[in-house]
């Protein structure tokens, strides 16, 4: 394998399956079954998975909600998000534990670097929720913390097309795909794969981001291998 140790990010709207909402069980069944496929190959994995398909904190800010209280909603749902992949995950035979970035027991473990290192190393895979635990900062810059803390090889991101492009593929068929991307260029040219705080910390802490489709079965394990389409940013 390329990557012995990695960062999954997920984005909430993907376990909502095609509508985006409520989490949808065959979506969750087929993500643990690509985990457990990598995991089984001694791959250490860590995931952080987004709120959007039960609440995003931004968008009820927008509504009226105060932003701290509509953040702090946005952090429970990426918790229940991850209590429901970490019961798929077990289902699939893997040892799964949620940590939150402030106490929530007992429905899960209070986050402490050391203590989920040390649950990667023995082979199970951690969900870590709650975001940073801070207002203002989305599960992309939580997913670069997370990513650079643990010292992990990549941090991936799953998501619905197969990289980066310079335009909507969906939109536009003539859009062009990226092989490889600087973090420089990313932001001069506002492609939105993540925000602005996590491509500062990653390009900081020297931490490649991998974008790949996470939908196409058997992609994750190929990402992992270094094969398959995907675009890589980084600093070169």
């Not at 893997?94 to 940590?99: I, T, Y």
């Not at 310079?166 to 420089?184: C, H, I, M, Q, W």
Request: aromatic share 6%; proline share 3%; charged share 20%.
């Amino acid at each position: 394998m390329k990557y012995q140790r990695i960062l999954l990010k997920l984005s909430g709207e993907a376990l909502g399956g095609p509508d985006g909402t409520g989490l949808d069980e065959q979506v969750m069944a087929s993500y643990a079954s690509q985990i457990a496929s990598i995991v089984n190959k001694g791959v250490q994995v860590a995931i952080v998975i987004g709120g959007g398909n039960i609440f995003r904190g931004l968008s009820g800010a927008q509504k009226g909600f105060d932003r701290v209280h509509g953040d702090q909603m946005g952090m429970l749902a990426t918790v229940i998000n991850s209590i429901g992949l970490s019961v798929a995950l077990r289902s699939a035979g893997l040892k799964a534990e949620v940590f939150t970035s402030t106490p929530m027991q007992p429905m899960a473990r209070y986050y402490m670097r050391d203590e989920v290192e040390a649950w990667m190393k023995a082979g199970g895979v951690a969900l870590i929720a709650g975001g940073t635990g801070n207002p203002f900062f989305s599960t992309d810059s939580a997913a670069a913390l997370r990513a650079c803390e643990l010292h992990c090889d990549v941090l991936l991101k799953g998501t619905k097309v197969d990289g980066v492009y310079d335009a909507d593929p969906v939109k536009n068929p003539g859009a062009k795909r990226y092989e490889t991307l600087s973090f420089v260029k990313a932001i001069a040219d506002n492609l939105r794969v993540m925000d602005l705080t996590a491509f500062t910390m990653c390009s900081e802490n020297g931490m490649p981001i991998v974008v790949f489709n996470m939908n196409e079965k058997g992609t994750l394990e190929q990402v992992v291998e270094g094969k398959g389409r995907f675009t890589i940013l980084s600093n070169k």
